[in-house]
């Protein structure tokens, strides 16, 4: 990494620097860290903004108002991208992946070329309206289904992600339970990102009650548990300055920064690529319109996957990703 | 100083140590220690901790141990419950002691 560009102070935040918090490229030179790409494995596939909820801590602004969906064309391209390079992880994600109308065709059409292929689900999208469908679906195709749960508290789960969904939310879990989902091959993982302007709990510990309470109380069992922090991107970020607490979690972020975390971050063996089919180093990126690569690429012009030890695009919510255990 | 007690005191608590060292030094690494997964959870000692610190009314303690117990992963109503106990304990502690006050009053009334 070139020395003078990691040491230039103006890790912008959209504009605006936030006062006592050492840009997040300077920490990484302070650390004499460089974070580069490795081998690329795995493609996150962002196929929308449009969502049935609105997350208070959603760093895409992700909500029933967007228009932003992925069409056929696009998925064509990625497919044929997954065709031609053979990940070893493909990563559907959103906005809620399921009110994509060609969601159907991409998972029947990337189910065959991928070893692991994830679907990320709030709960609520996956069962509401005539999408049952989308549950056998999974099923059939053996999709891992991340499905987002950030609190055993009806409340404290409503705060962050609206009236209604934490009901929702169980009897879904129920139901993906009663096909198999986290009591067979068929994986169901859980997603815990705090609701509010503080850090996730340990994840091995949250895990172990999660499985506890989930189990006596609903009778819902779940196969892994990953606990992150939330982004200070989009929404949540509004939220942050709004409510003045942007500077402290930024400041938190920044003091839980640790070196360890760097070589195991996703964006080191990623590629994000957006509704409209262009590419980035991870969907916080994305969000940030930082590209791959520095430039603006689509999907159909990858000439080849990003070469290891190629830079990351970076800024100061990459705080997010190194506090702690890491997000990974 | 308009208060005693100010925010951004809290982080200068390890400066206590800078004329006391190894006596910080046990105290903190104490500290520590209890506070770790042991028997009891992280989770849970936060959750004992918040309640301690309301007792003791320490603004410091309840300002660490709100943000603590929210990143151990518990909730407000967890929390609520949590003061409620140390609430209980002070108040039935008062109210017991109205068995002494019952003891003198028996003894020196008719």
């Given at each position: 990494?070139?020395?003078?560009q990691?040491?230039r102070?103006?890790e ?11 840009p ?6 302070h ?11 795995t ?33 064509a391209?990625v497919?044929?991208?997954a065709d ?7 990563d ?6 399921e009110?994509n ?5 991409l ?8 070893p ?26 053996g999709v ?11 409340a404290?789960?409503?705060s ?19 096909m198999?989902?986290g009591?067979s091959h ?17 994840q ?23 606990a992150?922090a939330n ?7 509004h939220w ?14 920044a003091?839980?920064?640790?070196p360890?975390?760097?070589p ?17 180093d991870?969907?916080?990126?994305l969000?940030r ?14 000439g080849?996957l990003?070469?290891?030890?190629a830079?990351?695009a970076?800024s ?6 190194t506090?702690?255990?890491g997000?990974? | 100083?308009?208060t005693?007690?100010?925010p951004?005191d809290?982080?200068?608590f ?8 190894e ?6 690494d104490y ?8 028997e ?27 943000r ?16 409620h106990?140390?609430?209980?304990i ?6 017991v ?14």
């Amino acid at each position: 990494m070139d020395q003078t560009q990691s040491l230039r102070p103006s890790e912008e935040f959209r504009g605006r620097r936030i006062p006592h918090i050492e840009p997040f490229r300077q920490s990484l030179a302070h650390h004499g860290i460089e974070l580069t790409r490795g081998q690329t494995t795995t493609l996150q596939v962002n196929v929308g903004l449009i969502c049935n909820q609105a997350c208070h801590h959603c760093h895409l602004e992700a909500g029933p108002d967007r228009r932003e969906v992925m069409d056929a064309r696009t998925v064509a391209a990625v497919v044929a991208c997954a065709d031609r390079f053979r990940f070893q992880v493909i990563d559907i994600t959103g906005g809620a992946p399921e009110l994509n109308p060609n969601l159907r065709e991409l998972i029947e059409r990337l189910s065959p070329l991928v070893p692991r292929l994830m679907l990320r689900s709030n709960l609520t999208a996956l069962a509401e309206g005539n999408r049952d469908f989308l549950m056998d679906l999974c099923r059939d195709n053996g999709v891992v289904i991340v499905a987002s749960l950030p609190s055993l508290n009806e409340a404290q789960a409503e705060s962050q992600r609206g009236r209604g969904v934490f009901r929702k939310s169980i009897a879904t879990l129920q139901r993906l339970n009663a096909m198999g989902y986290g009591r067979s091959h068929l994986e169901l993982d859980l997603v815990v990102n705090p609701t509010g302007a503080f850090l996730p709990p340990s994840q091995e510990q949250t895990a172990r009650r999660f499985r506890q309470v989930l189990e006596r109380k609903w009778g819902i069992t779940f196969n892994h548990l990953f606990a992150f922090a939330n982004v200070p991107l989009g929404r949540f970020r509004h939220w942050l300055e709004r409510s003045g607490n942007l500077e402290t979690y930024m400041a938190r972020l920044a003091a839980g920064f640790n070196p360890c975390a760097v070589p195991g971050l996703m964006c080191r063996t990623m590629i994000s690529v957006s509704w409209d089919g262009f590419l980035f180093d991870c969907d916080f990126n994305l969000a940030r319109a930082l590209p791959l690569g520095g430039r603006r690429t689509h999907i159909s012009e990858l000439g080849d996957l990003p070469a290891p030890g190629a830079p990351i695009a970076v800024s100061d919510h990459c705080y997010t990703c190194t506090a702690g255990a890491g997000f990974t | 100083m308009e208060t005693y007690y100010d925010p951004q005191d809290l982080p200068k608590f390890e400066e206590i140590g800078r004329d006391a060292p190894e006596l910080a030094k046990k105290f903190f690494d104490y500290y520590q220690a209890v506070f770790a997964e042991g028997e009891l959870t992280e989770r849970e000692k936060a959750l004992i901790a918040l309640a301690v610190a309301h007792t003791v009314q320490c603004p410091y303690c309840i300002d660490a141990y709100t943000r603590a117990c929210l990143e151990k992963g518990s909730n407000l109503a967890e929390m609520s419950e949590a003061v409620h106990v140390a609430v209980a304990i002070r108040g039935g502690a008062s109210l017991v002691h109205g068995v002494q006050m019952r003891n003198i009053a028996g003894r020196i009334s008719l």
